[in-house]
Nanobody, 124 residues
């Protein structure tokens, strides 16, 4: 069973940058697609970005051009580089492993092994 731990969140001014990390233990994630999601207070968990095992990347319209997802298999880690941050990016950010055989990468129901999340707060 893989365990995921997110880190790198914090408080940042609008326009600033943060890099989130998602480190896996218990099993290699090299052959798995991974995703980042976020959840703001009172809102549903929403898709942010995903990366396939072949490093194809996918982004929500809200973050496209500002966020970059990447992976470093040697460290069993996935990253989310966030730039030009906006107050509306404020949320708890989670990473997860996409379930084998999943056909829809944008739904949280297609992912498992969620981490505990890391808080990102962007002040204006």
């Amino acid at each position: 069973q893989v365990q995921l731990v997110e880190s790198g969140g914090g408080l940042v001014l609008a326009g600033g940058s943060l890099r989130l990390s998602c480190t896996a233990s218990g099993r290699s994630i090299t052959g798995y697609a991974m995703g980042w999601f976020r959840q703001a207070p009172g809102k549903e968990r929403e898709f942010v970005a995903a990366i396939s095992w072949t490093t194809n990347t996918y982004y929500s319209d809200a973050v496209k051009g500002r966020f970059t997802i990447s992976r470093e298999n040697a460290k069993n880690t996935v990253y989310l580089q966030m730039t030009s941050l906006k107050p509306e990016d404020t949320a708890v950010y989670y990473c997860a492993v996409r379930k084998p055989g999943s056909t829809y990468r944008y739904s949280p129901e297609e992912y498992a092994n969620w981490g505990q999340g890391t808080q990102v707060t962007v002040s204006s």
